[in-house]
């Protein structure tokens, strides 16, 4: 089979490698039909994560055919259409038990990162009863791509841990593909402002045509002074989605007293951290690896219409075209990219 290998940072390549074969009686076998490029993956190309070595299958989303499961696997069999989650989970372990699947014993973010990952024509997932979702019939598959990762990293360590609620004033620093999911999925909560932050226009531009009351340019000027204009004395919740030490500078000058600062981002060098000043404003600083617990919920939220992931996807690239696709999606403002889906040729 064909899958985009990872060399070493900077250098990945499209071509054929040994198909993957079922490991352990819990496995199944995928034959992937639709991915994604994830912004974790342009990290991994700078080497901002170290435990992804040479010759690793990248890519962490996807929906697919089931083409073989092991003995033990109950929920699905061949022929079924399959979301894959990003975070494998075995289920049983202390952490699984907690719903912090991210933390699984067994699992955890494995895919494109400690085993082959989705950017290939078959991959092998572990744990597949618990890391696997059943598309339902009919389903858009382009957009459930998108809940593979984004939308429940969004959701759950933005919006959640960032604890938003109705009346709130939330500002959102980055408008790439997490930080659009952020802003759909913090509508949930009926918000009275959103405020989208980024230094590129076009991307602010849809930011306002998918929800946002308000947008700073953060190329211009003083952000958080522009920021604070919106508001009373700073944001009830900022929601850091770019993973940078200037990004998360702005949501410690931008939060108010007893507000939230969620971070997103990953982050491939130290920040600043101010506590001189946030200690005494009484705020609450999270992180975390997405759980996934919120997909069955997003999910039902798809079908039913309520939430539109394919309004994120400004690009279609085939299997053969994943090296373009990379360009594309490293060069997101340029190409005035969100996010790309990678297709099966014969799909």
């Not at 979301?83 to 699992?107: F, N, R, V």
């Not at 600062?261 to 001189?276: D, F, R, T, Y």
Request: net charge negative; with cysteine.
């Amino acid at each position: 089979m064909n899958a985009l290998v990872y060399l070493e940072p900077e250098q990945i390549a499209w071509g054929e490698v040994s198909k993957p074969t079922l490991l352990k009686p819990t496995d199944a076998i995928v034959k992937m039909t639709k991915t994604t490029i994830c912004g974790t993956d342009l990290h991994i190309l700078k080497g901002d994560v170290p435990t992804v070595t040479s010759g690793r299958i990248l890519g962490h989303e996807g929906v697919g055919i089931v083409e073989a499961v092991g003995s033990a696997v109950t929920a699905f069999k061949k022929g079924d259409h399959v979301l894959i989650s990003c975070i494998t989970s075995c289920g049983k372990c202390e952490y699984c038990k907690k719903q912090m699947y991210a933390h699984c014993e067994d699992g955890g973010w494995v895919l494109g990162n400690l085993i082959d990952g989705t950017q290939a024509e078959y991959v092998r997932i572990p744990h597949a009863d618990n890391s696997l979702y059943a598309i339902p019939p009919g389903g858009d598959e382009e957009a459930l791509v998108m809940l593979s990762d984004i939308f429940p990293t969004s959701l759950e360590i933005g919006v959640l841990y960032g604890a938003v609620k109705p009346g709130d004033v939330v500002a959102i620093v980055g408008a790439g593909p997490i930080g659009m999911a952020a802003l759909l999925t913090a509508q949930f909560y009926s918000p009275a402002k959103i405020i989208m932050i980024d230094m590129d226009r076009s991307r602010l531009d849809v930011a306002v045509r998918l929800g946002a009351t308000h947008v700073v340019d953060s190329s211009n000027g003083d952000v958080a002074k522009a920021v604070l204009a919106h508001t009373k004395d700073g944001v009830d919740v900022a929601i850091e989605a770019v993973g940078l030490p200037q990004t998360f500078d702005i949501c410690q000058h931008i939060v108010r007293p007893g507000g939230h600062i969620a971070n997103i981002g990953v982050h491939g060098k130290s920040v600043n951290l101010e506590l001189q000043k946030l200690w005494i404003q009484n705020i609450t600083l999270t992180t975390g690896l997405v759980n996934t617990n919120t997909t069955p919920m997003l999910l039902k939220t798809v079908e039913s219409k309520k939430l539109m992931p394919a309004d994120l996807i400004t690009h279609r690239f085939t299997f053969d075209q994943i090296l373009e696709a990379y360009e594309v999606f490293g060069n997101a403002a340029e190409k005035n990219a969100l996010k790309v889906i990678i297709s099966a040729g014969d799909d």
